[in-house]
């Protein structure tokens, strides 16, 4: 891992963001799409977002990357790839994927979510790239570098949990919005909201889970002089 070039490794995660996308507006991805759509998204947020599909075949991806002369050793460090019994193969497969930027909005990882329907109890709702170098979920916020400007203007900025839920919020023309990806909140976490905004509100899911995060997460802005606000939903 040490030795993974950040280079190399942003233009794999940007080929991949590209395939991605491309796939999403194919007929394969037509499915996803209109999921996103009942969920109060549309064309223009999903391009805004660089949101797109893997598909079920679990060598598309691969395939790709080696066709574009890509180290197996690259491939494997940086998360999007595996080798099993069955070779080198995809590690993402018929999910909505989400890309993750660092603060000066380079991709440095996906969250590819679930869509059809499937039991969480048998498959995870979201997979997360592995960390790497530059992948570190405990630094990263999704959606800080395109929000940083307007919470600088507004001089707030709202914390969410999750991708979804920030989306939808922005669809709305509420935009000042960065969020966790359902991570603990961390002392870096709290440092980079401390940069963009003194106005700090939490906004995190009803459930018990998003309780105990809200205690967590103001706890930790507290510590570094911040006295958030806290918008508590209700459960579902």
Same mark, same amino acid.
């Given at each position: 891992? &040490?030795?993974?070039? #950040?280079?190399?490794?942003?233009?794999?995660?940007?080929?991949?963001?590209?395939?991605?996308?491309?796939?999403?507006?194919?007929?394969?991805?037509?499915?996803?799409?209109?999921? $996103? @759509?009942?969920? =109060?998204?549309?064309?223009? $947020?999903?391009?805004?977002?660089?949101?797109?599909?893997?598909?079920?075949? &679990?060598?598309?991806? #691969?395939?790709?990357?080696?066709?574009?002369?890509?180290? !197996?050793?690259?491939?494997?460090?940086?998360?999007?790839?595996?080798?099993?019994? !069955? =070779? @080198?193969?995809?590690?993402?497969?018929?999910?909505?994927?989400?890309?993750?930027?660092?603060?000066?909005?380079?991709?440095?990882?996906?969250?590819?979510?679930?869509?059809?329907?499937?039991?969480?109890?048998?498959?995870?709702?979201?997979?997360?790239?592995?960390?790497?170098?530059?992948?570190?979920? =405990?630094?990263?916020?999704?959606? @800080? &570098?395109?929000?940083?400007?307007?919470?600088?203007?507004?001089?707030?900025?709202?914390?969410?949990?999750?991708?979804?839920? $920030?989306?939808?919020?922005?669809?709305?023309?509420?935009?000042?919005?960065?969020?966790?990806?359902?991570?603990?909140?961390?002392?870096? &976490?709290?440092?980079?909201?401390?940069?963009?905004?003194?106005?700090?509100?939490?906004?995190?899911? =009803?459930?018990?889970?998003?309780?105990?995060?809200?205690?967590?997460?103001?706890?930790? $802005?507290?510590?570094?002089?911040?006295?958030?606000?806290?918008?508590?939903?209700?459960?579902?």
């Amino acid at each position: 891992l &040490h030795s993974f070039p #950040t280079r190399r490794s942003s233009d794999l995660y940007d080929i991949a963001s590209k395939f991605y996308q491309n796939n999403i507006n194919t007929l394969a991805g037509k499915n996803a799409k209109e999921y $996103l @759509y009942e969920r =109060g998204f549309d064309d223009t $947020l999903i391009k805004k977002f660089m949101i797109g599909l893997s598909l079920t075949n &679990h060598e598309l991806l #691969t395939k790709m990357l080696i066709n574009k002369k890509k180290s !197996y050793n690259d491939m494997l460090k940086s998360g999007l790839i595996v080798k099993n019994d !069955y =070779g @080198y193969r995809d590690i993402y497969s018929n999910r909505i994927m989400f890309p993750i930027w660092d603060v000066s909005g380079k991709v440095v990882g996906f969250s590819g979510r679930i869509f059809n329907g499937e039991d969480t109890k048998q498959v995870s709702k979201y997979i997360n790239t592995k960390e790497t170098p530059i992948f570190k979920k =405990g630094e990263l916020l999704y959606n @800080y &570098h395109q929000a940083k400007s307007i919470c600088r203007q507004k001089n707030s900025v709202i914390i969410m949990e999750g991708q979804l839920d $920030l989306i939808r919020t922005v669809s709305i023309g509420i935009e000042n919005v960065i969020a966790t990806m359902g991570t603990a909140f961390t002392k870096e &976490h709290a440092l980079l909201v401390k940069k963009i905004a003194k106005n700090v509100i939490i906004c995190f899911d =009803g459930d018990d889970a998003g309780g105990k995060a809200t205690i967590s997460c103001g706890n930790e $802005l507290e510590s570094i002089g911040i006295i958030p606000k806290i918008v508590r939903l209700d459960d579902g």
